[in-house]
């Protein structure tokens, strides 16, 4: 991507600058914030206790989360910034959950049986009563895109009414030099979301991505316990038109072996399949059965929202957002343990949104509004922050900016700051600046090779054109003993992402997680009490969004 001209980004370091300068010269001094990591800790102790059974979204335990974030939220000094004056926005829902699932490839005399979480996980977000589908035949499509201003398109075959079989992430992942798809970075034309959403389109009748750990992130107990839960999708005119009957993931050994069975090389296709020559490839004789009840119903979930009112500009708001749902509860792990508590995904965000809210109480008030919101919906598909964009409760056009939080630092300090999503906007330069007050460097689009810019909640508001600013500390570890640390990291990318085993433990490092608050606390401080509206930088997908509302900003 291309960034903005250096002139375009030193005007507007300087503003930050001289508004800083000129708020020091009064009496309402901008503070300098003292983050209290013991009581972090009790936050994240608390939402991830056992008591509020992983956080399901619409289930009794996200009462128990609104009534303890409003708490929180209203004794930190914040206000109710929701609906009609109370705490929460409702977000309206469809719930899909699955049961009695069977499944069975087909190829001549060869049969296997499909198993929900181990071999594959099926499921649906289309309503109905039950899912059928029969010697349906499979198509390997590539990576399932349809990208014209790329000059790409997978679908040189007509799907319909096929399962089609598609790789995860984006057609660079294996050979980032062909640069087809931005080279290293995934696109979102990598995430599995696309992947349904393009097969729907296509009038697929189902789809399986080949499960793979290092283009997925993650391993396959991950992608079993994600979808061995009921899925939400938001309520739509038409689901049809954009929701496949089965959406699944298949593991990679037996989609090797059903490669081979059919006459092909899994490996060959897959380097065929990162050229714009693809052809698709029929499995030839190859079908799936797919079976399964669905029984889906209406409901409503909650964003939860608070509010510090400006004191000059209260039109004009600064989101600090993170989500406070995680997967609820599922089949018992090896240990018998069946709550998914997500202490660090993400108790620990939505911890930090109350810790971030007490400073902001402690200091003067802002001359902008400050604006909390723990979304609801992200563990399915970032859908509370998808309806919040689409239904503000603050105009985006008058929405300076803001900073997501998901999944903070809990194992220590490290020398640098990751900035997904770097070169998109005029946000990177202060909270680099910020990362080298405290002696950091940066890591530009940390994570862009597993797509991480677009799976979290800052990225609906991206696409209707608020500058999102998504930080987490990176690079290596700066205080002893550093073993440990990295041990535990990688354990719980290992073990403990999206499984029971993500428990809240009592030693946690949160000096990481502090400075990573300190940098979105002080550009916020700058911004909020400034005139300067951060831009997208030109060549961002996003710029054109905000230019549409230009006028309302002057």
Known sequence: MRISSSVAVLAFAAALAGGAAAQAQTAQAQTAPAFDAARISEDIRVLSDDSFEGRGIATPAEQKVIDYLSRQYAAAGFAPGGENGGWTQAVGLNRFSVSNVSGQL?????????????????????????????????????????????????????????????????????????????????????????????????????????????????????????????????????????????????????????????????????????????????????????????????????????????????????????????????????????????????????????????????????????????????????????????????????????????????????????VTGYGHSELDEPVIAAAAAQGRGFVGDAGAAAGIYFRSDHFPLAKKGVPMAYLSSTGEFVDAPIEPRLARAADYRANRYHQAADEWEADWDYSGMLQDLDVMFKVGQDLANSRTWPEWKSGSEFGPERAKSAAQRR
């Open 106 to 418: 087909k190829l001549g005399d060869w049969s296997q049986s499909l198993t929900q979480g181990q071999e594959v996980t099926m499921t649906t977000r289309l309503p109905g009563a039950a899912v059928d589908l029969k010697d349906k035949p499979l198509v390997f499509v590539g990576y399932g895109i349809s990208a014209p201003e790329r000059q790409w398109n997978d679908f040189k075959t007509d799907v319909r009414g096929k399962v089609i079989v598609v790789l995860v992430n984006d057609a660079d992942f294996e050979d980032p030099s062909l640069n087809t798809f931005g080279g290293e970075a995934m696109t979102y034309y990598g995430r599995w979301t696309y992947k349904f959403e393009e097969a729907a389109r296509q009038g697929a009748a189902g789809v399986l991505i080949v499960h793979e750990t290092k283009p997925a992130s993650y391993g396959w107990t991950t992608v079993a316990n994600s979808w061995g839960v009921p899925q939400f999708d938001i309520v739509r005119a038409d689901p049809s038109a954009e929701r496949v009957a089965m959406e699944g993931w298949i593991q990679r050994d037996l989609a090797v072996d059903l490669f081979r069975r059919a006459g092909l090389d899994f490996e060959q296709e897959k380097i065929k399949a990162r050229s714009r020559d693809f052809q698709p490839v029929d499995l030839t004789g190859a079908t799936l059965d797919a079976k399964f009840d669905v029984k889906s119903e209406r409901i409503v979930t909650h964003n939860i929202v608070a509010k510090l009112e400006g004191s000059t500009h209260p039109d004009e708001t600064i989101l600090y957002t993170g989500h406070w749902d995680h997967i609820g509860m599922g089949e018992p792990d090896a240990n018998g343990d069946r709550i998914f508590n997500g202490a660090i995904d993400n108790a620990s965000g939505t911890a930090a949104l109350l810790e971030m809210s007490r400073q902001w109480s402690a200091g003067p008030r802002p001359e902008r509004t400050i604006v909390m919101i723990s979304f609801t919906g992200e563990e399915s598909g970032l859908l509370g922050s998808e309806f919040y964009a689409a239904n503000p409760l603050y105009p985006v056009e008058k929405t300076v900016g803001g900073f997501n939080i998901d999944s903070a630092a809990v194992f220590g300090r490290m020398n640098k700051l990751g």
